[in-house]
């Protein structure tokens, strides 16, 4: 049979090689793509049969998992007297079921605590990571370190750091400088959070930039965990290479009111990137720096049009009422309808007898765009 | 001699079809490989990905969110209401009333308690006369804006003039209509903030088909394959444009468009730009294309990525008269725009853009149609003086059409893989089957109804925006409410 099946196939390749070219490949392509939808298919039902079946695993354990945390940690009999964490034991045979040794059940044990401690402060969490160790499941956490796999990785530093597990300086660190973005974000936010003395220390070494989007997160983190030692951001602001480093602190040294920072601040204004002096204007705006204002008047004509609008945001914010003259003369005499929107804004924000008499004197002797831009910064009704 | 010529040319004829199909498919493998890349790494990155964190950020970038409205007076309310639930912590919503004629500014002044009021902005891009703009007395709808103007004749008009409004950095562009996932704003922004070489300047989603899915209070309950056959193959042409070749251009930065239904765009480069261009038939793609052109001009790098997500539901047409309308339109921005922008086309100033983005679609999406035509022409005759090689022509049409059954099919997988929407093996299989048959039944009329719009423009043909003539959602059974219309 065999014999025949070959002799089948060497006469059907003579064929194929008789015929011409375009037909050779035209035939050589619907063989790729029947092969490929046979196979596209076949993935389309297991995936599908895969979730099914993910499904109902999960609806099967998910209660039993639950069940053994009630009894094992809120309700353990032992909470509320207190009794060190240390001495209080869980039940030896609730946990050495041999469900819990399946690497699926693993995993949902692990997901499950992770989402009960962000439920529960106190003796609870700190019970439930007990519960965590006891079970070696932060074995599997830092065996998921050691992969080559970066997503298995980053899995494995949010669980250690959800639970409060202390992760090497030697292993954390270099990850916080990984050319893969993601990687990185993980590796510094978890840093930020574990590091006892100094969570800010990857801040000295950061080479590569710090994403707008992982910076929503640390800004979280930073502003959000208790306990965590608050430095004095302007050393970055004056040392640091990174740009989105400085960034980054110059939003939390308005975050904080950190006062001290303002002459370091201050030096960001000569820098020759227009969009960092932009950030800075801002900073020292959010800080109310009066001690900033004449600089940033006297600069104000040599700027671009992004900086001038953070300059006019910033004498607002100060609100000193020294330069409300300044300002007028940007509303009745600039061009740019921008500008004339900001410098209107900042005076009405000096909300003083100065400046609520100067919009009065602006509403009558200025043209009617101008007093448009005026009643629409009074409007209470218009937010943004 | 002259039948020697007429077999040369007849050679070189069938010879160029061949490479230039075989060309063809050859990049749409190209695409499902990039597009698999792409959805996996997307896939990846979704896994560890907790969206809070923007929700109550206070560096989270601002959003406007700008719908045209024209006569949507029996749906305007809760379409009003749908836009107002996203989750996320600075947005604005800006609905303009683009000279309706109907009772739609009267009935969202009535429902969210508006009030006239004096609103200063700059007209940075053209657009009709406002006539007045109006917000909320109630805290309730703080974010909501709505702008009455003239009509333009064109939703980019309508655009135009709420990107003049806008307040924050980015807008969403969509239809009042559409219906958009509470977390459209997170997840489109996602892409601005985390690109670490280039300035993003456009990002887009995937859309389907909202015709048979439950929808209630302007809130998707469940989503199902539509049963009307147009708006089937409507559904699976989404999945393959958005799934398979949008996300395998995202990865190559070579992005064609970013669909008017769903899209959000850096609000400085839009405008510099020149904004909407409200004589444009594709003023979606049109102003992609101005904008790619403004950054390639001034030497700002820049991306345009894609999400493979479906965040946006639209209502697709289900009567050929007004789908014939809509592709009509299609072709013709299409062609409009290849002559518009000819000077971009094989320019390596203009990168990827230049060299790759705008040359496909020249050689496939526009020259495609004619293409076919002729091939099947040429074809006809060749059988009706029998000088067709019958097997040949067979093989090569099995070919074609396996390869297309293969693009289409992967294309279901990959969205299969990203999230399965679909929750039985009915509504994938309702999808599965139109695999099949489209390349007979549907895209016929694709080539037709593009030849048609490729016609109308040549000759300079008037053409009427007409209706979408929606025909409603229909709502989810639990709520029990009853089905607009």
């Given at each position: ?384 | ?24 498919l050859v990049i749409y493998a190209c695409l499902a490989l990039l597009s698999f890349y792409s959805v996996r790494r997307f896939l990846r990155k979704e896994s560890y990905t907790d969206y809070k964190v923007i929700v109550g950020s206070e560096l989270a970038p601002g959003v406007s969110v700008i719908a045209p409205a024209f006569n949507e007076g029996l749906t305007i309310i809760s379409n009003v209401r749908s836009l107002l639930t996203f989750d996320y912590p600075k947005y604005e919503v800006i609905i303009i009333n683009d000279g309706s004629t109907d009772d739609t ?103 389907r088909m909202a015709n048979s899915c439950e929808i209630d209070k302007g809130v998707i309950i469940k989503v199902k394959a539509p049963r009307p056959l147009l708006a089937r193959f409507q559904e699976l042409e989404y999945i393959r444009s958005f799934v398979l070749g949008k996300m395998g251009w995202s990865q190559i930065n070579c992005v064609p468009n970013v669909s008017g239904g769903l899209g959000m765009f850096d609000k400085e480069i839009a405008i510099k730009a020149g904004g909407y261009d409200p004589a444009s038939f594709g003023e979606d793609m049109e102003l992609l294309m101005r904008m790619n052109r403004y950054v390639h001009d001034n030497k700002i790098k820049a991306a345009v990525r894609y999400i493979p997500v479906t965040l946006c539901w639209t209502e697709g047409p289900t009567s050929l008269k007004v789908f014939m309308r809509q592709r009509t339109r299609w072709g ?154």
């Open positions: 049979m065999w014999k025949d099946l070959a002799d089948l196939l060497f006469q059907a390749y003579e064929q194929y090689s008789l015929l011409p070219l375009f037909i050779e490949i035209a035939l050589a392509f619907i063989f790729l793509a029947i092969l490929s939808t046979l196979i596209a298919y076949s993935a389309i039902l297991y995936k599908r049969y895969r979730a099914y079946v993910y499904e109902k695993r999960l609806a099967f354990i998910s209660p039993k998992i639950e069940d053994m945390i009630t009894e094992q940690v809120l309700l353990n009999p032992n909470l509320g007297y207190d009794i060190p964490l240390e001495s209080i034991e869980f039940d030896p045979k609730a946990l050495s079921d041999k469900i819990y040794r399946k690497p699926f059940v693993r995993q949902m044990m692990i997901d499950t605590l992770i989402q009960y401690r962000k439920n529960f402060r106190g003796e609870v969490g700190e019970l439930l990571r007990k519960l965590y160790i006891d079970m070696g499941l932060d074995k599997d956490s830092f065996a998921k370190m050691k992969t080559l796999r970066w997503e298995r990785k980053i899995k494995a530093v949010v669980e250690l750091t959800q639970m409060d597990i202390p992760i090497s300086d030697v292993t954390i660190l270099p990850l916080t400088n990984s050319g893969n973005p993601a990687l990185r974000a993980a590796a510094r936010n978890a840093y930020i959070q574990l590091s006892k003395n100094e969570p800010f220390k990857f801040f000295d070494i950061a080479t590569e930039p710090l994403l707008p989007w992982d910076q929503l997160e640390m800004f979280k983190i930073i502003t959000t965990t208790k306990d965590i030692a608050i430095p004095n951001f302007s050393r970055w602001v004056s040392y640091s290479t990174n740009k989105s480093i400085v960034s980054f602190c110059l939003k939390l040294i308005a975050h904080y009111d950190q006062q001290s920072a303002i002459p370091a601040v201050m030096e960001l204004l000569s820098n020759k990137d227009h969009y960092f002096r932009a950030d800075a204007i801002n900073c020292l705006g959010k800080l109310s720096a009066e001690v900033a204002e004449d600089k940033l008047v006297k600069i104000y004509n040599n700027q671009p049009l992004n900086c001038q609008i953070e300059i006019l945001k910033a004498l607002g914010r100060i609100a000193s009422g020294k330069h409300l003259e300044f300002l007028k003369s940007e509303f009745l005499y600039s061009s740019n309808f921008d500008i004339r929107m900001n410098a209107a804004r900042s005076i009405i924000k000096h909300n003083t007898q100065n400046s609520r008499l100067m919009v009065e004197e602006l509403m009558e002797m200025t043209h009617e765009e101008n007093q448009l831009i005026i009643k629409h910064c009074l409007n209470p009704l218009i937010k943004y | 001699m002259l039948r020697t010529l007429l077999e040369h040319l007849q050679l070189i004829f069938e010879k160029t079809v061949y490479i230039y199909g075989l060309g063809l500014l009267e009935k969202v002044i009535k429902e969210f308690s508006l009030v006239k009021i004096d609103f200063a902005f700059d007209i940075k891009i053209a657009s009709k006369p406002i006539r007045g703009i109006y917000k909320s007395t109630d805290d309730a709808y703080a974010k909501l804006v709505i702008v009455d103007k003239e009509n333009g004749k064109s939703k980019a008009d309508a655009t135009n003039a709420g990107i003049n409004i806008a307040s924050f950095p980015y807008f969403l562009c969509t239809d009042v209509d559409c219906i958009l996932h509470e977390q459209t704003l997170q997840k489109l922004i996602r892409p601005i903030m985390e690109e670490e070489n280039a300035r993003v300047i456009a990002t887009g989603a995937t859309l013709r921005g299409l062609f409009q725009l290849m002559l518009t922008h000819r000077k971009m086309l094989f320019n390596p100033r203009y990168g990827r853009v230049g060299m790759v983005m705008f040359p496909y679609n020249f050689l496939f999406e526009l020259l495609a149609p004619f293409v076919e035509s002729i091939g099947i022409v040429y074809y006809i005759l060749l059988a009706i003086f029998g000088l067709v090689n019958w097997p040949y022509a067979i093989i090569l049409l099995l070919f074609v059409y396996s390869f297309a059954i293969m693009i289409s099919t992967l294309a279901v997988l990959w969205d299969q893989l990203t999230f399965q929407y679909y929750k039985t093996w009915t509504d994938v299989a309702r999808i599965a089957s139109m695999v099949f048959v489209e390349m007979i039944l549907y895209h016929p009329l694709i080539v037709i109804f593009a030849l048609r719009g490729y016609f109308f423009h040549i000759f300079n043909r008037k053409h009427s925006w007409g209706n979408m003539q929606r025909r409603g959602f229909k709502p989810s059974s639990a709520a029990g409410t009853t089905a607009a219309t």
